[in-house]
C-alpha cells in the first residue's frame, strides 16, 4: 500500500545552518505531497505542498520539489533559525477510491532542534 | 477566522475508565478527521465524516471507540473502556471536502493519558 518514510531525528543543527529532511514515498498513481510542521504545543499545520511532478511547494523560506523519478519530496531551507524548532511531517494523499474520497498518509515525523 | 477548537487539552484516566473528546470544526467545513497520534509516530486516521455521514471508519475500534457528528457540525469522540494502549494524542481536522488537495486544518489535540 502507499506508505511515506521520512528520516528519523532527531536533527539538530546550529542557527543558520543549511537544512535538508528526506522524505521518499511509495505511492499508485499520481498523489499530492505535503509536508506539515508541529510546533511545540500547537497543532499541525501545513507548511507547502505540491501537486504534480516537478512542482516546488514553498513557504517561510522552506521549499520541496516533486520528484516522481526518484519517489522523493526532500524539505530544504538555506538558512534555519530557532524558531523553526518543530516536528515536520511528510505526507500524500490517497484516492480512496470512494467517491473520489482522499485520505492523507503520514510519515513518521522529524523533530527538528535548532541551537542559537 | 476561528480555528478547529478541542477540548479538553489534557485527560488522565485509570484504564476501564470512560472519556470523551469533543470538537468544533471550522464553519463551513463538511469533512472531519479524527486521528490517533502516538508519541513518535504519524497520525493514524480513526474515522472521517463527510457532513454528518460516515466515509471511513476502517481504522476505529468499534469495540470501544464510538463517534458521532450530530447536525454536521461538533463531533465527539468517545473511548470506553479505556486501555494503556490509547495513551495518544487524539487530533480532529477539518476540510472544506475530503479530496486531493485540499488542505486540512487541525485543532491542538488531546493528549490522553491512560494509567
Known amino acids: 500500500g502507499d506508505s511515506v518514510t521520512q528520516m528519523e531525528g532527531p536533527v539538530t543543527l546550529s542557527e543558520e545552518a543549511c537544512l535538508t529532511i528526506n522524505c521518499t514515498y511509495t505511492a499508485t498513481g499520481y498523489p499530492s505531497l505535503f509536508w506539515y510542521v508541529q510546533y511545540p504545543g500547537e497543532g499541525l499545520q501545513l507548511l507547502l505542498k505540491?501537486?504534480?511532478a516537478d512542482d516546488k511547494g514553498s513557504n517561510k523560506g522552506f521549499e520541496a520539489t516533486y520528484r516522481k523519478e526518484t519517489t522523493s519530496f526532500h524539505l530544504e531551507k538555506g538558512s534555519v533559525q530557532v524558531s523553526d524548532s518543530a516536528v515536520y511531517f511528510c505526507a500524500l494523499t490517497r484516492d480512496t477510491g470512494m467517491d473520489s474520497n482522499y485520505q492523507l498518509i503520514w510519515g513518521a515525523g522529524t523533530k527538528l532542534i535548532i541551537k542559537p | 477566522e476561528a480555528g478547529v477548537a478541542q477540548s479538553p487539552r489534557y485527560k488522565i484516566i485509570e484504564k476501564r475508565q470512560s472519556v470523551a473528546f469533543w470538537c468544533n470544526p471550522i464553519s463551513g467545513h463538511a469533512t472531519l478527521y479524527w486521528y490517533q497520534q502516538i508519541l513518535g509516530q504519524g497520525p493514524k486516521l480513526l474515522i472521517q465524516f463527510q457532513n454528518n455521514g460516515v466515509v471511513d471508519d476502517s481504522q476505529l475500534p468499534k469495540d470501544r471507540f464510538s463517534a458521532e457528528r450530530l447536525k454536521g457540525v461538533d463531533s465527539t469522540l468517545k473511548i470506553q473502556p479505556a486501555k494503556l494502549e490509547d495513551s495518544a494524542v487524539y487530533l480532529c481536522?477539518?476540510?472544506?471536502f475530503g479530496s486531493g488537495n485540499n488542505e486540512q486544518f487541525f485543532g491542538p489535540g488531546t493528549r490522553l493519558t491512560v494509567l
Open positions: 481536522a477539518s476540510s472544506l
Open positions: 505540491a501537486t504534480k
